[in-house]
T-cell receptor, first 118, second 116 residues
């Protein structure tokens, strides 16, 4: 069964420092992996995705994520955090060969609240 | 232009009432979804429609009935609202995938439903 784990409910980091938000996944086939961000009282915004190819993918707002197949991880990173990065971050997985009742379904982690202080 | 739009943004209603939330996408996607986000921010899929056909129904009470008049719209009707229905409901859309690399889902802004 497909699932996503975000082991940290909260990550706190000082502005200017690097940040990492962790994500591990479990999927029966090959994964499509995604990061979404949710600002207060807003919908989910797509940040980046891994489909195939380079393990390091770059996304919006200077974020990047590294796909590690052996560790089944897809950690979100940014070299220098901004106060405006403070938000709720969701990792999600989709089975590359989803079909039938799982077609297009995203499995979300429980979210990690990132707080960047000045 | 808003890619996925849902209305209303806020909905406050009494127990026992019937209410609807509308969703429209202008991305040309063939699959639409309803997700529920509870008070702990956990996201859970409720329904998924592909080309107007229901393909996912995740143990949701019969009081919830999705309707897809065409592949650009997926509305959610809720009968006999209960206190536990209070949550934020998100509509989303995506393309089916396969050979397409456009696999990410796009979400609406959410509808905050409060049942009193």
């Amino acid at each position: 069964a497909q699932s996503v784990a975000q082991p940290e409910d909260q990550v706190n980091v000082a502005e200017g420092n690097p940040l990492t938000v962790k994500c591990t996944y479990s999927v029966s086939g090959n994964p499509y992996l995604f990061w979404y961000v949710q600002y207060p009282n807003r919908g989910l915004q797509f940040l980046l995705k891994y489909i195939t190819g380079d393990n390091l993918v770059k996304g919006s707002y200077g974020f990047e994520a590294e796909f590690n197949k052996s560790q089944t991880s897809f950690h979100l990173k940014k070299p220098s955090a901004l106060v405006s990065d403070s938000a709720l971050y969701f990792c999600a997985v989709r089975d590359m060969h989803d079909r039938g009742s799982t077609l297009g379904r995203l499995y979300f982690g429980r979210g990690t609240q990132l707080t960047v202080w000045p | 232009d808003t890619a996925v739009s849902q209305t209303p943004k806020y909905l406050v209603t009494q127990m026992g009432n019937d209410k609807s939330i509308k969703c429209e996408q202008n991305l040309g996607h063939d699959t639409m979804y309803w997700y529920k986000q509870d008070s702990k921010k956990f996201l859970k899929i409720m329904f998924s429609y592909n080309n107007k056909e229901l393909i996912i129904n995740e143990t949701v009470p019969n009081r919830f009935s999705p309707k897809s008049p065409d592949k650009a719209h997926l509305n959610l009707h809720i009968n006999s609202l209960e206190l536990g229905d209070s949550a934020v409901y998100f509509c989303a859309s995506s393309q089916r995938g396969g050979v397409s690399r456009n696999t990410e889902a796009f979400f609406g802004q959410g509808t905050r439903l409060t049942v009193v």
